[in-house]
C-alpha cells in the first residue's frame, strides 16, 4: 500500500521540508539513510496494535524530496503475514493527509484524534465506522481534528488592555520594539501600542531593521541566535533615547534555534544588556496573520512580547505556574497557549 504525495512548493510554508521531517520523527519514524538528495524514514509494527492480527509484520518507509517544482512523499506500507484491512487504509489515509498539512503549515490533526481513533479501534467502534466509506470517515476525522484543535481559538479576540494607560507617547521609551525585516511595521505598531495601554510605559515601535541571511543554518532551515547578537547591539547601541533601563526587543518572524543549546526550537532568547529577540516563525508567519480570524498569531506574539518585558525591563522572576506570563520553560507552543495574558 503506497501514496506518492505531490505539494506544490510553491504552496509549502517556509520550512515545509522540516516540519514533515520533525512530524515523522513525532511518530516514530527514524531517519536511516539519505539516497539521491532523497531523505528516507523507516518504522515498524505501529499498525499492529491497531487490529486483531498482532503478530503481522508491517514496516513503514517514507521518501522525502524535492523534484521539480514539487515537494515529495512518497509512503509506502508492508504487511507480511496478512492483507490490509479497512482499518488500516483508513488510518493510511489519515496519516498522508496529515503529512500534506503539516508541509503547507496549515492546521494539524492534533493528539487526541489519533489517541480516539486507536481507541475506537480497540473498542470494537471500527465496526461501526466501516459502514461508512473511507473518504467518508478520513473527511470525519480530520475535520473533527481542526474543530478540537482550532475550538479554543474559534472565537478568541485580543483583550482590551488591562493597564492603567497612563504613560504618555513623549516619555522616554521604556521599551523599544524592533522588528526585522519581514514582520510587517505596521503590525509592530499594533503590537507596540497595544502593550504600552496595557503596561502603563511607553513601548516604542521602530522602522524595520535589515535581515542579514547569514544567520540562516540551511541544514536546519532555522536562524541561529547568537548570530544575531553583534548587529541588535550595533543598532541598540544608537537608539537615541536609550538609558541604562531600556529594553530593546527585535521581532522576526522566523524560526529559531540556540546552536550552543540542545533544543529544537527556541522563541526568544535574551542577554544581560535588556537586549532581547523573539521569533515567531514556529507557530506562524506575520504576513500570513491577516487571514487569521481568530487572531491567534498577534495574541501568542504579546503573550511573548509581554513575559519579555516582564523579565528585561519589570525584573519578574520566571514562574512554575503554567498559567502565569512568567511560566518557565517555555518548551511547545502548548505552553504558550497555556498563560494567560493577563496573568503575570
Given amino acids: 500500500m503506497q501514496a506518492r504525495i505531490l505539494i506544490p ?104 484524534i489519533w489517541e480516539d481513533y486507536e481507541e475506537f479501534v480497540k473498542n470494537g467502534w ?19 481534528g481542526r474543530a478540537i484543535l482550532s475550538g479554543s481559538f474559534e472565537n478568541e479576540k485580543i483583550p482590551q488592555p488591562s493597564g492603567d494607560s497612563s504613560y504618555v507617547a513623549s516619555d522616554s521609551p521604556a521599551v523599544y520594539l524592533i522588528p526585522f525585516e519581514g514582520f510587517p511595521e505596521m503590525m509592530a505598531q499594533e503590537l507596540a501600542s497595544w502593550l504600552s495601554r496595557d503596561l502603563g510605559v511607553f513601548v516604542k515601535a521602530m522602522p524595520a531593521a535589515a535581515m542579514d541571511f547569514a544567520h540562516f543554518n540551511a541544514i536546519r532551515n532555522q536562524y541561529v541566535v547568537e548570530s544575531f547578537y553583534e548587529g541588535m547591539w550595533e543598532i541598540s547601541s544608537r537608539l537615541p533615547e536609550r538609558t541604562e533601563r531600556t529594553a530593546i526587543i527585535f521581532l522576526t518572524d522566523q524560526d529559531l534555534y540556540v546552536e550552543s543549546a540542545n533544543f529544537r526550537f527556541v522563541l526568544s532568547s535574551h542577554w544581560g544588556e535588556r537586549l532581547s529577540i523573539v521569533g515567531t516563525g514556529r507557530y506562524g508567519r506575520a504576513n500570513e496573520a491577516a487571514h487569521d480570524h481568530s487572531q491567534r498569531f498577534q495574541i501568542r506574539t504579546l503573550k511573548l512580547l509581554k513575559r519579555t518585558i516582564g523579565l528585561q525591563y519589570f525584573g519578574y522572576e520566571r514562574a512554575s505556574d503554567p498559567e502565569s506570563l512568567m511560566y518557565s520553560p517555555v518548551s511547545e507552543i502548548s505552553d504558550l497557549d497555556r498563560m494567560d495574558l493577563s496573568k503575570w
Fill in 9 to 112: 512548493w510553491k504552496d509549502c510554508a517556509y520550512d515545509g521540508q522540516s516540519r514533515v521531517t520533525e512530524y515523522l520523527r513525532e511518530r516514530g519514524f527514524v531517519k536511516t539513510n539519505e539516497d539521491n538528495d532523497q531523505e528516507i524514514f523507516q518504522r515498524g509494527n505501529l499498525l499492529g496494535n491497531l487490529t486483531s492480527f498482532d503478530m503481522r509484520k508491517i514496516k513503514t518507509c517514507v521518501r522525502l524530496y524535492r523534484k521539480g517544482d514539487f515537494l515529495v512523499v512518497k509512503y509506502i506500507i508492508s504487511a507480511f503475514g496478512q492483507f490490509f484491512s479497512e482499518d488500516d487504509v483508513a488510518f493510511f489515509d489519515l496519516e498522508c493527509k496529515e503529512i500534506e498539512a503539516v508541509a503547507l503549515g496549515t492546521e494539524r490533526v492534533p493528539p487526541e
Fill in 126 to 144: 471500527i465496526k461501526f465506522l466501516k459502514g461508512l466509506t473511507i473518504p467518508m470517515l478520513l473527511l470525519a476525522f480530520v475535520a473533527g
